[in-house]
């Protein structure tokens, strides 16, 4: 290598590293830009009313006021939402997960009359925007079945392949693994529910987690139909107790704040776990496509 | 997208059993798209000719609703404004936003999974805790916001409350909450193949070079899903009315799916709310129809890359 050749690849070198060192200083900056809010949510849940009024208003809390959570606790019944929360998408994250798996291996694996108009049927539905079905759905929960101030209307569509979104996941996913494997199955004898149970699903986890995941985020940030279905205050959700707790104290900011932090943590804790699969999901469906 | 295209075989038992099996499989499918889905549709389409509130049989009434939807309605216009107003602010803010992030974190930096994190974690805080929490930023006279104009010798703003403020306001936390595009960008990013960059760098290409001439036309297939699914999900833009404003102030938020809540399940007005529906349907069908359109003119098509 020549002496001038060297030296141009150093100053590039140099460049990069510069580069990587600008590029850093960047992503500081926004990442607290972007964790800001949180944080400015966090310290006035436990501030008193008199601190949060200061003027400068200051990033840490003098006293770390946890009784505003006690005090919150007592108006904003955040363990009974919480648990109301859970009946609904518990439920509904199993029921759609094994559902859409059981659909997503039909459109994968099998062979069978109408299948091309059936699949076209489910990938039209994909654009179909939820909204629009909602006031028909609504007659039909209520009027039809008189499931008035029920938790069903909102579990029940769960059971019936959990959204063609997930089902068109899982078949892209099954459809990347090689048919070897079920080959090898057919030859030991097993049939298409035992291949479907022992060798697709073991396989498949990952996106399983992944379409369990949306339907979690999906019921998670929902307010529009839980507000509709849902009627009386001991079966609220999280998102309608929060909305409600606002509109009783509306001028308690560290109180709302402590209600708002209280509503952020099962989320934060239910990312932290499942970190690794949520990046991958998302991966997996912008790819996919 | 081998499966579909199968060669039809001779159907024989073995077949037919598969058949079998398959349909089986797509009972929770088809109980799913007839009762959920299409039926609902047409549902949908039958109320809006009607005049139903829910106390009488419903009666046929033709156009009527849509005749009074576009002539009489007060809020229709303010509402298609709204709507739309919001959807293009955040969808080109959250599509920068996530793009550039996404560029940052595609680099070698460290502690890049706590980063992507950071970014990503308010996609899973529930929607309603955000917006109150970030209703105490905007808040008139102490909230952070205000602080930083009057440290900037600013006058104060009324964020939310105020009608020319509202929708930016609302726009930049769904800007914020744009984590899910910054990783499947992020992910595209990571495809796009390092020899072109090389290559370009060869030829003495720059940094904002390479990004217009190999980037950008790399990632048009990611851009193109990234657009579709946040054009889609902000055109029908409801929590915030729902949880903060409830439509206000003035019409200035009262977003058409909020709309169509107020008059279906505030006012019972089934059937004119259903004829709502059918017009915000055709908003979304046009604008995704015109993505799709333009699609073939802005996406880059890798020599037939099964993507």
């Known amino acids: ?289 | 997208m081998e499966v579909i295209n199968k060669p039809q075989k001779r159907r024989s038992r073995i077949y037919s059993s598969e058949a079998r099996v398959a349909y089986i499989c797509l009972i929770p499918a088809f109980l799913g798209l007839f009762f959920l889905t299409y039926l609902p549709l047409a549902g949908v389409v039958g109320i809006s000719l009607t005049n139903w509130t829910g106390l009488k049989s419903p009666q046929f009434v033709g156009l009527d609703n849509y005749v009074k939807l576009f002539t009489t309605d007060p809020y229709i216009k303010d509402s298609i404004i709204a709507t739309i107003y919001f959807a293009v602010l955040s969808v080109i803010g959250s599509m920068i936003y996530s793009l550039f992030i996404a560029m940052l974190l595609n680099r070698k930096i460290p502690a890049r999974g706590f980063f992507r994190a950071i970014f990503y974690v308010p996609y899973v805080l529930p929607a309603v805790a955000i917006y109150v929490g970030w209703s105490w930023l905007y808040e008139g006279n102490f909230g952070f916001f205000n602080y930083v104009l009057s440290e900037l010798g600013l006058n104060k703003i009324l964020f939310i409350a105020d009608s020319s403020y509202v929708v930016p306001s609302l726009s930049l936390i769904s800007i914020w909450l744009a984590g899910n595009l910054i990783v499947i960008f992020l992910a595209g990013l990571q495809n796009v193949p390092g020899v072109y960059h090389e290559a370009a760098e060869m030829d003495g290409a720059n940094g904002w070079k390479r990004f217009c001439h190999i980037t950008l036309p790399c990632m048009t297939p990611i851009i193109f899903y990234n657009l579709l699914l946040s054009l889609i999900a902000n055109l029908q833009v409801v929590t915030p009315a729902l949880a903060l404003t409830n439509g206000g102030p003035g019409n200035s938020t009262r977003f058409l799916t909020y709309l169509m809540y107020d008059q279906a399940f505030v006012n019972y007005k089934l059937g004119y709310a259903s004829a709502t529906t059918v017009i915000i349907f055709a908003i979304l069908a046009v604008f995704t129809v015109v993505l799709f359109k333009t699609s073939n003119f802005w996406i880059y098509n890798e020599g037939g890359d099964d993507k």
């Open chain 1, 1 to 289: 290598m020549s002496v001038a050749a060297y030296g141009r690849l150093r100053s590039k070198k140099r460049r990069n590293m510069a580069m990587n060192i600008l590029t850093f200083v960047v992503v500081v900056i926004f990442a607290m830009l972007a964790f800001f809010p949180i944080w400015w949510i966090f310290r006035t849940s436990l501030m008193s009313n008199a601190e949060i009024y200061q003027y400068p208003p200051s990033l840490i809390p003098q006293n770390w006021l946890f009784s505003n959570y006690t005090k919150t606790l007592e108006v904003f019944k955040f363990w009974k939402y919480l648990w109301n929360t859970m009946i609904i998408i518990v439920p509904s994250c199993l029921a759609g997960t094994f559902t859409a798996t059981l659909c997503g291996y039909a459109f994968a694996r099998l062979r069978f009359r109408g299948k091309r108009l059936i699949w076209t049927l489910c990938i039209g539905s994909m654009l179909l925007p939820a909204m629009v079905t909602l006031i028909p759905l609504y007659i039909g929960w209520t009027r039809g079945l008189g499931l008035n101030d029920s938790y069903l209307p909102l579990i029940l569509p769960f059971f019936c392949g959990g959204g063609a979104f997930n089902i068109f996941l899982i078949r892209q996913f099954i459809m990347s693994i090689p048919r070897e494997l079920d080959q090898a199955g057919t030859i030991d004898g097993a049939g298409y529910f035992r291949i479907l149970f022992s060798i697709i699903m073991p396989a498949i986890r990952p996106a399983m987690i992944v379409v369990a995941l949306f339907i979690f985020i999906g019921l998670w940030n929902d307010l529009l139909q839980q507000m509709i279905y849902i009627n009386s205050s001991d079966k609220f959700t999280i998102a309608l107790g929060l909305t409600n707790f606002r509109g009783q104290l509306k001028s308690d900011w560290s109180l709302t704040m402590a209600a708002t932090c209280l509503s952020f943590a099962p989320g934060v804790i239910f990312y932290l776990i499942g970190q690794r699969y949520f990046v991958e999901g998302i991966t997996l469906t912008g790819l996919k496509n």
